[in-house]
């Protein structure tokens, strides 16, 4: 294990899981690395006064002027909610009443000196509070005005997500912050926008803020919103019933207060000759980075991590590296911690935390064969993801057969893992008749929002238990 820390940041840890024998000729190198935060304050920053105000921002270029936080102050954080106002938020009618209680619930999670806004979305981005295109400076008055500002919120219109995130991107950029945040509530499809507009917002808004997005009710599309929280490096999950929304809105708002550093990514170094086959992080959601990687100098590459608090993760790393003979050994891979360096500063920080992955060449088949224990449970979880949707993809398309074969797998790994919410949700879409033999049978009926929280939450994971 290898930590550093600053007077002012979470001290970070890296600890790599791993069994570095290889047979002769052998050449994957496969390592678990458990990256650990912890030691940090909250976020915040010094509180300023804000005018109220509300703005439009329909998308289209020169039409927002943008701003920043009143009186030029900086804030170590900032976030804005960005609520559904479409016309289907009226449907019940309750739904756009838990969406308001909700967000005013996180607007009193808000801490003292975070700067924030809250945006209303249909086809265009309404500024609700505090308007003219600056950031409220949480206090007890700022919150009180934002919650009163709260009934102008009334569903009509339609949805265009991308239009909703750009208005986030202008508010959070014009904000002197490190941490920046966006949460998202949905109760539909992006029907007002082409999904190649949404998608290229999405890569005009990664790595410039994080965002948690949320499907309230069953009329909204799984990939869209998981679609998001992917892009911006956070959370994605259904609310089915509306009157969840408060206390969903509320953690979220914790768990985004609870970050202190920013911008954070896994470098990646191999020697010469070696080949990054895949870095997913594996816990606690699977998601693949591999495509991610910026180069960071020669033989080295920077994959995002977004934003920490206390909190730890795990990263399932994958390296070709040239087979070498018996009794050889080599640094397969150094991985660090790192975060860009202040503007105005030449040189990079130190890294925040290091690990180590080896390859040692052996004759020991016994030895090189062994599993580690985390890698092999790492690799069960991302399978789990894996044929939870194909499954679910191939019950919609009408293939029981391969729905029938792709679910009973996944009863298998969920419950051999231990991941017991999954196999949860699993058993309200399939009958099991067999655990052990993965055997099952598909439910006749099932409810669509059993059907979508499988879906939303195949990625969250469990992790080993050591």
């Known amino acids: 294990m290898a930590h550093f820390s600053t007077s002012d940041a979470p001290r970070f840890s890296v600890e790599v899981y791993q069994n570095e024998y290889l047979p002769e000729g052998g050449h994957e190198v496969n390592a678990i690395i458990t990256v650990t935060s912890s030691g940090g304050g909250a976020a915040g920053g010094p509180q300023v006064p804000a005018p109220a105000a509300p703005d439009v921002y329909d998308g289209v270029p020169g039409a927002y002027d943008g701003g920043g936080v009143p009186g030029g102050a900086p804030a170590r954080a900032a976030v804005v909610i960005m609520v559904d106002c479409s016309g289907s ?37 309404v500024e609700v509070f505090p308007g003219n295109g600056q950031l409220a400076i949480a206090d007890p008055l700022t919150r009180a005005q934002a919650k009163d500002a709260l009934r102008s919120l009334s569903p009509g219109g339609g949805t265009a997500i991308g239009t909703w995130l750009l208005l986030a991107d202008l508010l959070l950029g014009s904000a002197d912050a490190t941490i920046r945040h966006g949460i998202l509530l ?17 890569d005009a808004c990664a790595g410039r803020f994080t965002c948690d997005a949320r499907g309230v009710g069953t009329d909204w599309e799984v990939e869209e919103v998981t679609g998001i929280a992917s892009a911006l490096l956070g959370t994605a999950d259904i609310v089915a019933d509306p009157a969840g929304l408060s206390a969903d809105f509320t953690r979220m708002m914790e768990a985004a207060m609870g970050k202190e550093i920013a911008d954070v990514s896994l470098r990646l170094w191999t020697p010469k000759g070696a080949e990054v086959a895949y870095v997913k992080q594996v816990a606690p959601t699977v998601e693949d980075l591999t495509a991610r990687r910026v180069e960071a100098g020669p033989r080295a590459g920077d994959y995002p991590t977004g934003s920490w608090g206390d909190e730890s993760r795990d990263y399932h790393l994958c390296v070709r590296v040239p087979a070498a003979e018996v009794g050889q050994e080599m640094l397969a891979a150094r991985i660090s911690l790192v975060q860009p360096p202040p503007e105005g500063v030449g040189s990079p920080p130190s890294p925040l935390a290091q690990g180590l992955v080896r390859a040692v060449w052996t004759a020991d088949l016994a030895v090189s064969t062994a599993m580690n224990p985390q890698v092999a449970h790492y690799t069960g979880q991302a399978e789990l993801a894996q044929v939870i949707q194909q499954g679910m993809n191939a019950r919609k398309s009408g293939d029981a057969e391969q729905a029938t074969a792709k679910l009973g797998r996944a009863v298998q790994l969920a419950t051999a893992s231990g991941n017991e919410d999954t196999a949860k949700l699993l058993a309200k879409v399939v009958d099991v008749l067999d655990v052990a033999a993965g055997t099952v049978r598909l439910k006749a009926k099932v409810a669509e929002a059993d059907e979508m929280t499988l879906e939303t939450r195949s990625t969250k994971t469990v992790r080993v238990k050591k």
């Open 89 to 125: 938020m009226d449907y019940p009618p309750t739904k756009m009443r838990h969406a308001r209680e909700a967000t005013a619930a996180a607007i009193d999670t808000v801490r003292d000196g975070v700067a924030f806004s809250v945006v209303a979305g249909t086809h265009k981005a």
């Open 186 to 202: 949905t109760d539909g499809r992006n029907e007002h926008e082409e999904p190649a507009r949404l998608r290229a917002v999405l």
